[in-house]
Nanobody, 127 residues
Framework: QVQLVESGGGLAQPGGSLRLSCAASGFTLDYHSIAWFRQAPGKVREGVSCTSSDGTTYYADSVKGRFTISSDNTKTTVYLQMNSLKPEDTAVYYC?????????????????????WGQGTQVTVSS
């Protein structure tokens, strides 16, 4: 059974950092791509980043240079390192997966491209 569990959310000050984790079970990342999405109250869910099994990564323009997606050597956990946090980064963060070696190309940011989702973890950036 495919399952994704996010953790690491919490409260951070503007300019601070958090690291989110997405633990995968029921599959390995060898034949899957993993993405991070976020959804703020009253807003649509937006793609934040995606990593393919070959290490190719994608980022939303709003987080480039601040966020980094990576996976561990066991290929069961994907991380999202978030630095220089801004209040507008406040949202529920979700990880999602699609059974493909590669992120869905130009459409990597679209929620409809992914098959399985975690339950989300809240990130709040506030002073």
């Amino acid at each position: 059974q495919v399952q994704l569990v996010e953790s690491g959310g919490g409260l951070a000050q503007p300019g601070g950092s958090l690291r989110l984790s997405c633990a995968a079970s029921g599959f390995t990342l060898d034949y899957h791509s993993i993405a991070w999405f976020r959804q703020a109250p009253g807003k649509v869910r937006e793609g934040v980043s995606c990593t393919s099994s070959d290490g190719t990564t994608y980022y939303a323009d709003s987080v480039k240079g601040r966020f980094t997606i990576s996976s561990d050597n066991t290929k069961t956990t994907v991380y999202l390192q978030m630095n220089s946090l801004k209040p507008e980064d406040t949202a529920v963060y979700y990880c999602a997966t699609v059974r493909s070696d590669y992120c869905p190309g130009d459409g990597w940011w679209a929620p409809s491209e992914y098959d399985y989702w975690g339950q989300g973890t809240q990130v709040t950036v506030s002073s």
